[in-house]
């Protein structure tokens, strides 16, 4: 098979996913499915070895993310119960002193994105957007701007997130080298694209979901204490954030100490035990639980305004209904993933990608670009980001030695190129518009272009740091 062969048949499976998606509303999973088995026979493999190829692909995706993506929806529970988000919320707006409160709201969604799916960041977000709007009169075409960016950007190059995570296994790059120089890059280009689109996004104003903001009023001063969300028994925000925050520190400071610390020592085994991925989020979800029980009439409360229940105790809300709610959660990006890997899988095992790799190698395009591009073009096919990155991620891997990239820098590389276009065929567009009070066209102006510029600004800071032989 020939290099240009393989790319009409990798493009024909991509229009075939699309169409299925799109078109047919087929659900992700077994579109993901029929894609793989079509493309597994085209690429020359009988159907037992192409079953083989789905198996293997699926099941060490699985292996990889799964307890992790599990861990990730539980922890969201607890944020959303004990009110963490708000609080979160509340200290950014305290920290600008009650000024560009779009960013209250955005960076909280950039934090919690970090171990919780992004769809459900924007579920516990949008309320508090809204209400801030509200008191403000901010226009949710700025809170949606800077919302879907932050948590995108996040959700796009800094694991523990299931999608980033599961190429950075694939290509064996660090994981806490890659939370770090992922942190850095997404916080480089939230400044960046806040800066250039600022103005931009607040000129058409767009009011608040009427259910969000029900008994809110516009503040009456500009004083912050008129502006911060005023609920009973929330945490203080340095408890809000520790569950989040815990296993990122614990993963990069790990890393950190492989380097730092005498091999075989037992100060490193402790840390890199403690660093271990499923370890580290465990922690997280154990201080989750510690939170819970001391913020137990918050969750009560919680739990008897949505459930309706009255005399639940809080030990079933926190092992009962927060794994419960937890794993419902989790089994969607779970099965995405794992099927998304099933079909990496399929490319990575074509030999002529390898033949691929040296002619793209031997072109003038810059290495670190050629991750970015094939993640973008099939981040617009797809409307996945997660797809599109272990998609991109299958095609890159053989070329990484011919491109001369660390794994680091390929795996950001790709999670830049994710941001580039979410529109109609991505199932968070529309979870966006909904709680954001967006139509299709505000949101296209207003989820789109925002991150499709992080984007850009994400991969420029990432060549110039590649160039500077940092990553």
């Known amino acids: 098979m020939t290099p240009l062969s393989f790319l009409i048949i990798l493009a024909i499976a991509i229009a075939f996913l699309m169409l299925m998606i799109m ?6 999973v077994l579109a993901l499915f029929l894609t793989s088995i079509g493309l597994g026979l085209a690429l020359g493999n009988n159907i037992i070895g192409t079953v083989n190829l ?7 995706t699985l292996k990889g993310i799964g307890v992790t993506i599990i861990l990730g929806s539980i922890l969201a529970m607890g944020i959303q119960d004990t009110g963490a988000a708000t609080s979160i919320s509340n200290f950014f707006t305290r920290l600008f002193r009650g000024k560009v409160l779009e960013l209250a709201p955005a960076l909280t969604a950039f934090i919690v994105s970090i171990p919780v799916f992004g769809d459900i960041t924007m579920v516990l977000t949008a309320p508090i957007a809204s209400i801030l709007s509200k008191r403000k009169k901010i226009s949710m075409s700025s809170m949606s701007s800077f919302i879907g960016m932050g948590l995108g950007l996040t959700h796009g190059l800094v694991p523990p997130t299931p999608g980033i995570l599961a190429i950075a296994l694939m290509y064996g790059a660090d994981l806490g080298l890659t939370i770090f120089w992922g942190t850095v890059i997404a916080f480089i280009a939230f400044f ?37 969300i005023h609920e009973p028994g929330l945490p203080n925000a340095f408890m809000a954030m520790l569950p989040v925050l815990i296993p990122v520190v614990l993963i990069t400071f790990a890393s950190f100490a492989k380097v730092y610390m005498d091999e075989g020592g037992s100060s490193l085994t402790f840390f890199t035990s403690i660093g271990d991925r499923v370890i580290a989020l465990s922690i997280g979800v154990v201080f989750t639980v510690l939170l819970g029980f001391y913020k137990a009439e918050k969750v009560k409360q919680f739990h008897t305004r949505t459930t309706g229940e009255k005399d639940c105790k809080v030990r079933q809300i926190i092992f009962g209904n927060w794994v419960s709610r937890g794993l419902t959660v989790a089994l969607l990006p779970l099965l995405i993933t794992a099927m998304g890997g099933a079909m990496g899988g399929m490319l990575k095992h074509a030999p002529v990608i390898k033949e691929l790799g040296a002619i793209v190698a031997g072109t003038s395009l810059l290495p670190i670009l050629v991750p970015f591009f094939t993640a973008s073009i099939i981040m617009i096919a797809v409307g996945s980001m997660t797809t599109a990155g ?8 053989p070329m990484l ?24 065929n991505d199932s ?18 207003y989820l789109t272009i925002p991150r499709a510029v992080a984007g850009i600004i994400g991969i420029i800071a990432l060549s110039i740091f590649v160039s500077m032989g940092l990553i």
């Open 23 to 28: 078109k047919v509303k087929m659900h992700p």
């Open 54 to 60: 789905i198996n293997s692909g699926f099941g060490g």
């Open 192 to 228: 960046g694209t806040w800066l250039l689109l600022r103005g931009w996004a607040a000129k058409e104003w767009i009011e608040p979901r009427e259910d969000f903001v029900e008994g809110f009023e516009a503040a009456k001063s500009d004083s912050v204490e008129d502006v911060i």
């Open 390 to 397: 272990l998609t991109a991620a299958a095609i890159i891997l």
């Open 401 to 424: 030695d011919s491109l001369g990239l660390s794994p680091v820098a390929a795996t950001l590389s790709i999670g830049c190129g994710t941001m580039v276009l979410s529109h109609l």
């Open 428 to 445: 968070g567009f529309w979870i966006m518009t909904q709680f954001f009070n967006l139509n299709t066209k505000q949101g296209l102006k």
